[in-house]
C-alpha cells in the first residue's frame, strides 16, 4: 500500500533535548512538508522540500531544521533552540507537477515536552 | 496577504441534520486553489475536495458538497444528512504560487451526536 508513515505516534522530550520525527513515503512524491498544529489552531508550515537535496524555511521554521538526502525521506529535527515543542506534528507530500496537487498526509507525532 | 478564516470554532447537530461549514479567504493571486481537508480523530488529514479559482460550478458529492463564490471568497462546505461518523475537525485551505504550499484556517470542529 503506498502512503506516508511517521514514527514515532507519540515522543516525550526532556528540555535541551534534540528529537528527530521521522517522515517516509513510498508515493513517489517530489515534495514534502512539515507541519505543526496546536490545539484549537490550523496547520502552520515549518519546512517543505519541493526536491531531493533543497528545503525551504516555512512559516515557523525557528528551532526545527531537516534534512532531505534521499526522495523518500524527509527527517524533522526539532531542537532545544525550540521554545515551545510541545504540539502535533504532520508530513505530508504531493506530486510536483502541478503545484496545486492536493498534499497527502501521515497519521502524525505528537510530541511532549516534559 | 494571504489568509483563511473559519469562523465557526465548534458545531454541534444531531444527527440527520444539515450543517454549513463556513470558509473566507483572502488572497491577491488570480490563479489559487482551494480544499477541504477533515480531520477524524486519529489525526491524519484526508482530503475531501480541490477547486481552482477559474471554476465557481458548485459540486456534490454524496452527502457531501461545495458552494464556491468568488464574489464573497467563500468556499462553503455542506454536508446533508450528518451521521455520526462525520464528527471531525474540518480544515480550509488556500493554496497559491508554485511551491504547493497550504494556507489552513484554523478548523472547525463538527459533532454529531445521535
Known amino acids: 500500500d503506498g502512503g506516508i508513515t511517521q514514527s514515532p505516534k507519540y515522543l516525550f522530550r526532556k528540555e535541551g533535548q534534540n528529537v528527530t520525527l521521522s517522515c517516509e513515503q513510498n508515493l513517489n512524491h517530489d515534495a514534502m512538508y512539515w507541519y505543526r498544529q496546536d490545539p484549537g489552531q490550523g496547520l502552520r508550515l515549518i519546512y517543505y522540500?519541493?526536491?531531493?537535496?533543497?528545503?525551504q524555511k516555512g512559516d515557523i521554521a525557528e528551532g526545527y531544521s531537516v534534512s532531505r538526502e534521499k526522495k523518500e525521506s524527509f527527517p524533522l529535527t526539532v531542537t532545544s533552540a525550540q521554545k515551545n515543542p510541545t504540539a502535533f506534528y504532520l508530513c505530508?507530500?504531493?506530486?510536483?507537477?502541478?503545484?496545486?496537487?492536493?498534499?497527502?498526509f501521515g497519521p502524525g507525532t505528537r510530541l511532549t515536552v516534559l | 496577504a494571504q489568509k483563511v478564516t473559519q469562523a465557526q470554532t465548534e458545531i454541534s447537530v444531531v444527527e440527520k441534520e444539515d450543517v454549513t461549514l463556513d470558509c473566507v479567504y483572502e488572497?491577491?493571486?488570480?490563479?489559487?486553489?482551494l480544499f477541504w481537508y477533515k480531520q477524524p480523530p486519529s489525526g491524519e488529514l484526508v482530503f475531501l475536495i480541490r477547486?481552482?479559482?477559474?471554476?465557481?460550478q458548485n459540486e456534490i458529492s454524496g452527502r457531501y458538497s461545495w458552494n464556491f463564490q468568488k464574489s464573497t471568497s467563500s468556499f462553503n462546505f455542506t454536508i446533508t444528512a450528518s451521521q455520526v461518523v462525520d464528527s471531525a475537525v474540518y480544515f480550509c485551505a488556500l493554496c497559491s504560487g508554485n511551491t504547493g504550499k497550504l494556507i489552513f484556517g484554523q478548523g472547525t470542529t463538527l459533532q454529531v451526536k445521535p
Open positions: 522540500s519541493q526536491i531531493v537535496n533543497d528545503f
Open positions: 505530508a507530500s504531493r506530486e510536483a507537477v502541478h503545484p496545486y496537487n492536493e498534499q497527502f
Open positions: 477547486r481552482n479559482s477559474f471554476d465557481e
Open positions: 488572497t491577491r493571486d488570480t490563479t489559487y486553489y
